[in-house]
């Protein structure tokens, strides 16, 4: 497809873990990169995944890159309440020194 | 170190009025980015310079939108005249272009226009 898509909508109890997945666009694409945005704040970077590695964890964040599906995935293990926020995805594609970006993925922690 | 700082923060004004947006980017930064995020969608791309050097601005409006970075480190976004779809978030974003071009974003600047 054209564009990075994301499901719109997770919810998830306090403590249980999130998974967020995004599908991109651009089998070449040279880095994936996972954005926060709290409300009325800008993008946050919480990590990001060069397109030879198949997954990075950075403490309680995993990330999965499926190359061939072009898929990509967000573990947030023990789910604060607050991680409630927008978690956008995007990718660079080869190229390009800009990033693009999903729709975003609303994340819903309930207490 | 400071991040990147936007101002306005909030704007509000009428249809055909013009409007500028401001933005510093972290020091030492040479790609500067503008942003523009619509409620409930990720953010797109309106211009990049590298250093002072508009180098994509493919998706620029460039009948009523403007924009500079004078000696390649403050930049400015104008519209003029404002149309009531302009209303939107405004991100400026800045990287150092090297390995894995992370970008920096600032709170944005939301625009209404009414």
Redesign the interface.
Known sequence: GED?EQSLFLSVREGDSSVINCTYTDSSST?L?W?KQEP??????LT?I?SNMDMKQDQRLTVLLNKKDKHLSLRIADTQTGDSAIY?C?E?KTGA????????TRLTVIP | EAGVVQSPRYKIIEKKQPVAFWCNPISGHNTLYWYLQNLGQGPELLIRYENEEAVDDSQLPKDRFSAERLKGVDSTLKIQPAELGDSAVYLCASSYSSGANVLTFGAGSRLTVL
């Open positions: 990075v880095y990169y954005y009325g704040a800008g993008l946050q970077l990001y060069f956008f995007a660079r020194n800009n990033l693009f970006f999903g729709t975003g």
